[in-house]
């Protein structure tokens, strides 16, 4: 069997590269001090092609170092968590690790002097340095356990990270968590759900928490598959599928797999039709006896654009797909996701579903200054037939219009992050970055786009492959 997460534009790489003659046409903006830094899946070890979810790659971070209107170096650096060093011969890395998994694969940020690779579902975080190389466990210093979300949130004022962070092992609860910006949770809230959901993000607007409680759910009978003995696996099953979404489990299973590699990589959620669809808005300093629940049309949703108040109202733009892991379990394939606006009616309890957009777009972003508030402009790179496509697409809220930019057949999109041209530089005054994969030569670029035009401003060009992953973020020095 093939596995189209282990080929192509999702094909791994595998070495590690430090390069410093950069191949750059354009001029590179001289305001651009930072890092521009994305996390994806890139396996390594053996794999069985029929057993591996495009989530559960071992981590790579990619980073390209720009200032002074030149692109420094580019790094990529597996990110070492137990079993990932082990497959390259390494010590296991520094810090506690409760599951010996991979290394966090699915975002990077930076906060409070760090950099740090993220992950969910009760992974480990990584902290890396600025060369992207594994300094070991990140608990945000002792003050936060259990795992945490690839999803994070940085209010525009206080420049602290929101998060809703969910884990088999919480019962029937996910955890919100505020870290203050020396690093730290100052704050944290058990909220209680329907059962055991992946929440792979959440909203957050200058008054409220919106939690996606939605029917993608752990999988008892897969985990059982994947971590017991065939003699073992229906006592099993039935205890585990009592005990999830019920109560918390001290000892985890996959806590208890055997150290050596394993070439079982599937991912334990499913569809569940039987789960409620809903979300749910609590106060930012409220508890979870302050979250009222609304009701939703069964669907799922990996990433919502932004969220703000208006009113007796909250507006949440996501990416709605019509239904997720249902009939494919090696990774997100279950027809076109869609733009749409959900209008969250507080005085009536209901929601109002509407479509913005019915093309197939994913990753989602607007300006950071923007999170929270009401936003004019959302970029999203357009998706067909379950991956990237060659299309930009720019929506304006305000005068209705999107704009939309081709980069040519053969071409595969990531997502693409906004970094204004200065502090105060209108919502989309700057740049648009973001890596582009070209089938025809298997090379990858990051290109440097003017977000009002979407025209190039700079490409830089690698002289290997990216492979298809998830987020990234711009790190200013």
């Given at each position: 069997?093939?596995?189209?997460?282990?080929?192509?534009?999702?094909?791994?790489?595998?070495?590690?590269?430090?390069?410093?003659?950069?191949?750059?046409?354009?001029?590179?903006?001289?305001?651009?001090?930072?890092?521009?830094?994305?996390?994806?899946?890139?396996?390594?070890?053996?794999?069985?092609?029929?057993?591996?979810?495009?989530?559960?790659?071992?981590?790579?971070?990619?980073?390209?170092?720009?200032?002074?209107?030149?692109?420094e170096w580019y790094r990529n650096?597996?990110?070492?968590?137990?079993?990932?060093?082990?497959?390259?011969?390494?010590?296991?890395?520094?810090?506690?690790?409760?599951?010996?998994?991979?290394?966090?694969?699915?975002?990077?940020?930076?906060?409070?002097?760090?950099?740090?690779?993220?992950?969910?579902?009760?992974?480990?975080?990584?902290?890396?340095?600025?060369?992207?190389?594994?300094?070991?466990?990140?608990?945000?210093?002792?003050?936060?356990?259990?795992?945490?979300?690839?999803?994070?949130?940085?209010?525009?004022?206080?420049?602290?990270?929101?998060?809703?962070?969910?884990?088999?092992?919480?019962?029937?609860?996910?955890?919100?968590?505020?870290?203050?910006?020396?690093?730290?949770?100052?704050?944290?809230?058990?909220?209680?759900?329907?059962?055991?959901?992946?929440?792979?993000?959440?909203?957050?607007?200058?008054?409220?928490?919106?939690?996606?409680?939605?029917?993608?759910?752990?999988?008892?009978?897969?985990?059982?598959e994947m971590t017991v003995p065939?003699?073992?696996?229906?006592?099993?099953?039935?205890?585990?599928?009592?005990?999830?979404?019920?109560?918390?489990?001290?000892?985890?299973?996959?806590?208890?797999?055997?150290?050596?590699?394993?070439?079982?990589?599937?991912?334990?959620?499913?569809?569940?039709?039987?789960?409620?669809?809903?979300?749910?808005?609590?106060?930012?300093?409220?508890?979870?006896?302050?979250?009222?629940?609304?009701?939703?049309?069964?669907?799922?949703?990996?990433?919502?654009?932004?969220?703000?108040?208006?009113?007796?109202?909250?507006?949440?733009?996501?990416?709605?797909?019509?239904?997720?892991?249902?009939?494919?379990?090696?990774?997100?394939?279950?027809?076109?996701?869609?733009?749409?606006?959900?209008?969250?009616?507080?005085?009536?309890?209901?929601?109002?579903?509407?479509?913005?957009?019915?093309?197939?777009?994913?990753?989602?972003?607007?300006?950071?200054?923007?999170?929270?508030?009401?936003?004019?402009?959302?970029?999203?790179?357009?998706?067909?037939?379950?991956?990237?496509?060659?299309?930009?697409?720019?929506?304006?809220?305000?005068?209705?219009?999107?704009?939309?930019?081709?980069?040519?057949?053969?071409?595969?999109?990531?997502?693409?992050?906004?970094?204004?041209?200065?502090?105060?530089?209108?919502?989309?005054?700057?740049?648009?970055?973001?890596?582009?994969?070209?089938?025809?030569?298997?090379?990858?670029?990051?290109?440097?786009?003017?977000?009002?035009?979407?025209?190039?401003?700079?490409?830089?060009?690698?002289?290997?492959?990216?492979?298809?992953?998830?987020?990234?973020?711009?790190?200013?020095?």
């Amino acid at each position: 069997m093939t596995n189209r997460y282990l080929e192509g534009a999702f094909a791994p790489i595998h070495d590690e590269h430090t390069l410093t003659d950069l191949e750059v046409t354009g001029t590179i903006p001289e305001h651009l001090d930072g890092r521009y830094l994305r996390n994806g899946p890139n396996p390594i070890g053996e794999l069985d092609p029929e057993l591996y979810h495009w989530f559960i790659g071992d981590g790579m971070v990619h980073g390209i170092r720009i200032r002074d209107g030149r692109a420094e170096w580019y790094r990529n650096r597996w990110v070492r968590g137990p079993q990932t060093a082990r497959a390259l011969g390494e010590r296991p890395p520094n810090g506690h690790f409760p599951i010996s998994g991979i290394g966090a694969n699915t975002n990077v940020i930076g906060h409070a002097g760090k950099t740090i690779a993220l992950i969910e579902s009760g992974v480990t975080n990584v902290e890396l340095t600025d060369e992207l190389d594994t300094v070991g466990a990140c608990d945000f210093d002792g003050t936060l356990t259990g795992g945490y979300t690839a999803h994070p949130k940085r209010d525009p004022d206080t420049g602290e990270l929101h998060a809703v962070s969910y884990s088999m092992y919480r019962g029937n609860t996910v955890q919100y968590s505020v870290i203050d910006t020396g690093g730290r949770a100052r704050r944290t809230v058990d909220v209680e759900v329907a059962g055991s959901p992946m929440m792979h993000d959440f909203s957050l607007t200058e008054n409220y928490v919106v939690f996606y409680d939605l029917p993608v759910t752990f999988d008892a009978g897969m985990a059982v598959e994947m971590t017991v003995p065939r003699g073992l696996r229906f006592v099993s099953r039935l205890v585990l599928s009592a005990l999830i979404g019920r109560v918390r489990i001290p000892d985890p299973i996959s806590a208890r797999q055997p150290r050596g590699e394993t070439t079982d990589r599937r991912f334990p959620y499913s569809w569940n039709p039987r789960y409620p669809a809903r979300v749910g808005v609590m106060p930012r300093e409220g508890g979870n006896a302050d979250v009222r629940w609304f009701d939703v049309e069964p669907c799922y949703v990996f990433h919502p654009m932004n969220a703000y108040d208006d009113g007796d109202t909250i507006v949440l733009d996501v990416v709605r797909h019509p239904k997720m892991f249902d009939t494919n379990q090696l990774g997100p394939d279950e027809g076109p996701p869609t733009l749409d606006r959900w209008t969250v009616d507080l005085a009536d309890g209901k929601v109002r579903e509407s479509r913005i957009d019915d093309r197939g777009q994913e990753f989602p972003r607007v300006d950071e200054r923007r999170v929270g508030r009401r936003h004019r402009y959302g970029y999203a790179p357009s998706i067909r037939g379950g991956e990237a496509a060659d299309v930009l697409l720019k929506h304006d809220f305000i005068g209705g219009a999107t704009q939309s930019r081709s980069f040519g057949d053969g071409k595969v999109l990531g997502e693409f992050v906004f970094e204004p041209s200065s502090r105060d530089a209108a919502e989309d005054d700057g740049v648009l970055m973001g890596y582009v994969y070209d089938r025809r030569t298997d090379r990858s670029e990051l290109a440097l786009l003017d977000a009002q035009t979407l025209e190039d401003v700079a490409t830089i060009r690698l002289p290997h492959r990216v492979p298809a992953g998830f987020h990234g973020n711009w790190v200013p020095s």
